[in-house]
Every structure is written in C-alpha cells, then in structure tokens.
Nanobody, 123 residues
Framework: QVQLVESGGGLVQAGGSLRLSCAAS????????MGWFRQPPGKEREFVAG???????FYADSVKGRFTISRENTKNTMYLQMNRLNPEDTAVYYC?????????????????WGQGAQVTVSS
C-alpha cells in the first residue's frame, strides 16, 4: 500500500514563498495522477492543483498563476511551489494519489492521502 508523506510546511509572511514536497513509497508512482488539496480552518477540504502522468497540470482559480505543481518520477516525489502567499492560503495541505492517470479536482477520485502539512501565512 502506498504511503505519502508531506514536508515543507511552516509559517511565512504574506507575499512570501514555500515549497511543499510529497514523497511516495512504492514503485508505481509514475503510473498515477497526483494532486494537492487543502483544508482551511473550519472549512472543507478543497482542490488546489493536479498533475497527470503526462505532466499536464491544472489549478484551482484561487491559486492559478501563484502555485506550480510538478513531479519527479525518478524520486517518487511531487512538489507544490507556492509564491505570493496570502493569509487566505492558510490551511493544512494534503497530497493525494489519483485512481488513474488523469488528474481531477474530485476528492473521491483519489485513493491515498498524506497526513497533511500545516501552512500558515501571517498578514
């Protein structure tokens, strides 16, 4: 069974940057789409970004132009580069593995989740 471990969260001032990493166990990382979701305080988990096995990416409107998702299959690792952070980006960020090759924004199309990484943006 795949295990996903996020790292790179922390506290940053508004306008700053952070990079999250998601390390996956197993040898089939490259066969699956991957995604990032986040859960702000008191709110439901929401889609942030997804990357298909082909490398194609798509983003939630709220992060488009500021966040970049990428993957490095040789290292079984996915990244989320977050720039121009604002307090509304404060959340626990989760990486997830898709059930197929194409990334989607639908939570139920991801079958493995990391434990989450806290990102806090101060104003």
């Amino acid at each position: 069974q795949v295990q996903l471990v996020e790292s790179g969260g922390g506290l940053v001032q508004a306008g700053g940057s952070l990079r999250l990493s998601c390390a996956a166990s197993g040898r089939t990382f490259s066969n699956y789409a991957m995604g990032w979701f986040r859960q702000p305080p008191g709110k439901e988990r929401e889609f942030v970004a997804g990357i298909s096995t082909s490398g194609s990416q798509f983003y939630a409107d709220s992060v488009k132009g500021r966040f970049t998702i990428s993957r490095e299959n040789t290292k079984n690792t996915m990244y989320l580069q977050m720039n121009r952070l604002n307090p509304e980006d404060t959340a626990v960020y989760y990486c997830a593995r898709g059930i197929g090759a194409r990334a989607t924004a639908r939570r139920w199309e991801y079958d493995a989740w990391g434990q989450g990484a806290q990102v806090t943006v101060s104003s």
